[in-house]
């Protein structure tokens, strides 16, 4: 019997959090998704919406015996980061928690994790880190899952990832996630291949189509859509919302989209998709 997975969303929002009235419908943190293949947790980001996981793990989420942790990250721009140094899992001596980020990513987060940014480095915490470098283009594997990374059209880069389940009755199990990436034309034919027949993309949607703003490294909705039809993927989630965008606003946009395509859902904090 295949295992579910369950796609929990923790944090929505793109550059910094908005936590105040008029934002918290879809959400006043920043990017955070969690999937739980059943044996494994896998962590998409550690933007502020982290904290909220970290917390729930504390509360009752914890599985039996152990708690192993895969935390992926798709860049250091700090609305992905800044809810890595205070996870409540980094505090638990009987914690496991990996995360992966391409070489470069790893060194400077070492040296962001310790004075003067913050009192703790890597190695001060109770939890064990292990540290697994990728690259764009490559093929990784967590227990019952395979791992592909792509690299994204985004300042300063980012990478992004495809999770399938490993075993061949559950292939068709995926998901692709797509933040912090320009879908311009010189990296939408790669991106399609990469989302090819995926159970759930995971797009960018800092821009609602009137504002995009080329250069700036990020995508609109109507774009995820048109990339999930081309990609024949089954649904799409936005998210990675700009800070600027009320719940009013972001409702009228959800309405458009949703006429578009069926398949479209625009993520909000606490939301859980099973695929
Ligand atoms: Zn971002
Ligand atoms: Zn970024």
Known sequence: MQKEWQITVWGVRGSAPRPEAGYLEFGGNTACISVDCGEELVVLDAGSGLSALGRSIAVGGRREGRQRIHLLLSHLHLDHVMGLFSFPPFFDPSAEIHIYAQAASLRSLEALAGPPFWPLGLSD??????????RADELFSIK????????????????????????TEASEKSLTYALDCEAD?????ALTEFSHKTGLLIWDASFAPKDLRPGWGHSTWEQGIRTRKAAGAEAVLMTHYS???SDSFLRIQEQEAARIDSACRFAKEGMVITL
Do not use: F, I, W
Request: aromatic share 10%.
């Open 144 to 167: 019952g899952l395979k791992g592909y990374t792509m690299a994204g059209n985004h300042p300063n880069g980012s990478l992004l990832y495809r999770l399938e389940a490993e075993s």
């Open 125 to 134: 915490y109770p939890a064990t880190l292990c540290l697994h470098k990728l």
């Open 185 to 189: 034309a010189s990296v939408l034919p």
């Open 243 to 245: 800070q600027d965008y």
